[in-house]
C-alpha cells in the first residue's frame, strides 16, 4: 500500500473528466467538476488555484460550490470517504463483530487515501448522506446485539476514533517507521540503572525495530472486540434475569 504524499486515485470517481480548457466558452463549473480536478492533485498541495488551474477557470469561479480552501477539503475528503465506503460490504444482518471490523478497516483506508487532508475529517452533512450508510449498519447491529442507545453510540464513536488514529498512524510511519515517543524514552533509560526497568525496555526495543503499527492496529481491534463481547454478555444476562423476575 502506497501511503506518500500523491495525487488520490481518481479510478473510482464517476463524474466528468477533467481537462485543462482550451480557448473558447468557459468550462461549465459543477461539484462534480470540482471534485475530479481536485483529486487529481497532492493532497497536501490542494488550493483553491490548483484546482481553478486544472479546470481552466478563475478561483473566484469555485466559491459558489465549495465556498473557500476548507470546503474544498472537505468536499474531497466526503468523495474519497464515500468512495472507500462503497467498495467496502458492510454485512448487513450478520454478526456484529463483522460488521464492526468492515467498518473500521474501510474508515482507516479512506483515511489513508486522503494523506494531508487526514486532518479535515468530520462526520459529514447533508452532502455526505452516502457516508452515512455504513454507520446506520453499525449501529443498528450494536443495538441489535443488545446494546441501548447511548451504549451504541458511545461504541461507534470509540471504533470511529480508532480507525481515524489507525489511519493517522500508518501515515506518520510511512514518513518515519519509529514511534515519536521511542527516542525520547530510550535515551531516559540510558540514564537509568541497568537493571532498571526490564520489562520497558524490551517493549521500546521491540518498537524501536518493528514500528508501533506492526500488528497494533489489529490487536487494538480485536482488544475493543472482547471488550464489547463482555458487555454485550453483560446486557444478555440482565435480559434473561429480568424475564425470570
Same mark, same amino acid.
Given at each position: 500500500?502506497?501511503?506518500?504524499?500523491?495525487?488520490?486515485?481518481?479510478?473510482?470517481?464517476?463524474?466528468?473528466?477533467?481537462?485543462?480548457?482550451?480557448?473558447?466558452?468557459?468550462?461549465?463549473?459543477?461539484?462534480?467538476?470540482?471534485?475530479?480536478?481536485?483529486?487529481?492533485?497532492?493532497?497536501?498541495?490542494?488550493?483553491?488555484?490548483?484546482?481553478?488551474?486544472?479546470?481552466?477557470?478563475?478561483?473566484?469561479?469555485?466559491?459558489?460550490?465549495?465556498?473557500?480552501?476548507?470546503?474544498?477539503?472537505?468536499?474531497?475528503?466526503?468523495?474519497?470517504?464515500?468512495?472507500?465506503?462503497?467498495?467496502?460490504?458492510?454485512?448487513?444482518?450478520? %454478526?456484529?463483530?463483522? @460488521?464492526? +471490523?468492515?467498518? /473500521?478497516? *474501510?474508515?482507516?483506508? !479512506?483515511?489513508?487515501?486522503? =494523506?494531508?487532508?487526514?486532518?479535515?475529517?468530520?462526520?459529514?452533512g447533508s452532502q455526505g448522506l452516502g457516508a452515512l450508510d455504513p454507520v446506520e449498519?453499525?449501529?443498528?447491529?450494536?443495538?441489535?446485539?443488545?446494546?441501548?442507545?447511548?451504549?451504541?453510540?458511545?461504541?461507534?464513536?470509540?471504533?470511529?476514533?480508532?480507525?481515524?488514529?489507525?489511519?493517522?498512524?500508518?501515515?506518520?510511519?510511512?514518513?518515519?517507521?519509529?514511534?515519536?515517543?521511542?527516542?525520547?524514552?530510550?535515551?531516559?533509560?540510558?540514564?537509568?540503572?541497568? %537493571?532498571?526497568?526490564? @520489562?520497558? +525496555?524490551?517493549? /521500546?526495543? *521491540?518498537?524501536?525495530? !518493528?514500528?508501533?503499527?506492526? =500488528?497494533?492496529?489489529?490487536?487494538?481491534?480485536?482488544?475493543?472486540?472482547?471488550?464489547?463481547?463482555?458487555?454485550?454478555?453483560?446486557?444478555?444476562?440482565?435480559?434473561?434475569?429480568?424475564?425470570?423476575?
Amino acid at each position: 500500500m502506497n501511503v506518500g504524499s500523491k495525487a488520490i486515485d481518481v479510478s473510482g470517481f464517476h463524474g466528468d473528466v477533467v481537462a485543462p480548457r482550451t480557448r473558447g466558452r468557459p468550462a461549465r463549473i459543477s461539484r462534480e467538476r470540482i471534485i475530479a480536478a481536485a483529486r487529481t492533485i497532492a493532497p497536501e498541495a490542494l488550493t483553491m488555484q490548483k484546482v481553478a488551474d486544472v479546470l481552466g477557470v478563475d478561483p473566484k469561479a469555485l466559491n459558489y460550490h465549495v465556498g473557500d480552501r476548507d470546503g474544498l477539503r472537505q468536499l474531497v475528503v466526503l468523495d474519497v470517504f464515500e468512495s472507500e465506503l462503497r467498495r467496502v460490504k458492510i454485512p448487513g444482518g450478520g %454478526d456484529w463483530r463483522d @460488521v464492526v +471490523r468492515a467498518y /473500521v478497516h *474501510a474508515l482507516r483506508e !479512506a483515511t489513508i487515501k486522503l =494523506g494531508a487532508l487526514a486532518v479535515a475529517i468530520h462526520l459529514p452533512g447533508s452532502q455526505g448522506l452516502g457516508a452515512l450508510d455504513p454507520v446506520e449498519s453499525v449501529l443498528q447491529a450494536l443495538v441489535g446485539a443488545g446494546l441501548d442507545i447511548e451504549q451504541a453510540g458511545r461504541t461507534l464513536t470509540f471504533v470511529t476514533e480508532l480507525a481515524y488514529a489507525a489511519g493517522r498512524d500508518a501515515l506518520r510511519m510511512a514518513e518515519n517507521p519509529v514511534h515519536p515517543d521511542v527516542p525520547g524514552i530510550s535515551a531516559a533509560l540510558r540514564s537509568a540503572a541497568a %537493571d532498571d526497568f526490564p @520489562v520497558l +525496555r524490551q517493549v /521500546v526495543a *521491540a518498537q524501536g525495530d !518493528a514500528g508501533p503499527d506492526e =500488528g497494533q492496529f489489529e490487536f487494538s481491534l480485536e482488544l475493543v472486540i472482547a471488550g464489547l463481547e463482555q458487555v454485550v454478555g453483560s446486557q444478555s444476562g440482565n435480559t434473561i434475569a429480568r424475564r425470570r423476575r
